[in-house]
């Protein structure tokens, strides 16, 4: 049995996470995986979670079993965070996921019950975890070009380009916002051109929402989506709440679909129960549970919304200083884009010699794309940093 498989593909970004745990200096520094960090270098549990951990914890009499799709409540609390507090969300329905990957997986394996035949496009470069988790469902999988390195802004021109020649049916994985590695979005203009290319040729808009409230705010990120949502008849929608209310290990997400009429959205929401039921029967309640009751509470929800706001300031300050330490030591204005691109991501443009470097030497660990955390960078140290980073680029 066993002496048959061969070795595990590693996961770089969760490798890294490790390697740096491993290493025994005191001044290192982790820009790798994308966890958001307070400036203490903390990733704290959020104050509403807190406390709605509390409430759960002395109102809940029983453990017994939710179902398949979860708790109808989170549910309609995250489609209405995610399509708008007043959508006519009648044709839109979802199921509680095991974080945002949950999503992703489930969302794949129902569209190819819908359509066997599609393939998937991906950004390149995109999250790697999209790969496996698209291959795993089945799928053939394309790429589409999204990053222009020199600009640092998407290759709109490249991405229709190669868009048009996918053919009728195909499934494009977009990132709803924050792109993840690039921290390069679309516009609105942008997004108006790749929806009329999504309607001309019938293509099948799958949107991974995994970072919303981190780029322009909680309502303004969801734009896109609503914007899709508006245009086309069908659509699904991967949410992950790892990010926004910090609650990575809980394994808190939504899968969400929106089909042409209320009907088709009933039924496709119960072969998506049939699909959980086969994975792994029933999502974990704690995290979701708690989602809930922040969501639904008037004060907890103003928390959090205050709690995450001040986060995403955070994230858009460390740029703005970043950028400018680079811009100061390299005398240049090739780093400018750092502080125009949004969520937790950017990437520098470091080869691997340079990236070891940079580890070996000073103790700064960074993915092998070049993709930093930008919520790990340090606020009394970007002078260093940027020194640090230039030198190697000189090299
Ligand atoms: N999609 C993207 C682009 C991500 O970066 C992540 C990771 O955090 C996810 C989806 C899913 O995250 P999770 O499964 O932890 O909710
Ligand atoms: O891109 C990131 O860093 C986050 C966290 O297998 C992550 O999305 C990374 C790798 C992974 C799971 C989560």
Redesign the pocket.
Known sequence: MFEALPEPKA?A??GLMAAFRADTRTDKLDL????YKDSAGKTPVMRAIKNAEKKLLETQDTKSYVAPIGSAAFCNAIIAQVFGSDADTSCIRAAQSVGG?GALRVLADLLKQGRPDADIWLSDPS???HVPLMQAAGYALHTYPYYDAQTGSVNIEGMLESLGKAKRGDIVLLHGCCH??TGADLSMDDWARVVKLLKDNDLFPFIDL?YQGFGDGLEQDAAAVRYMASELPELVVAASCSKNLGLYRERVGAAILMAKTEAEATRALGRLGGVIRSNYSMPPDHGANTTEIVLSDAALNADWKEELETMRLRMVSLRQAFSEALRKRSNSERFDYIAEQKGMFSRLPLNTAQLDKLRDDHGIYIVGDGRI?VAGLPESGMEQLADAICTVLAE
């Open positions: 996961d970004i969760l790798g995986v994308g966890v990957s999250w790697p975890n993840n590695p995994a955390n």
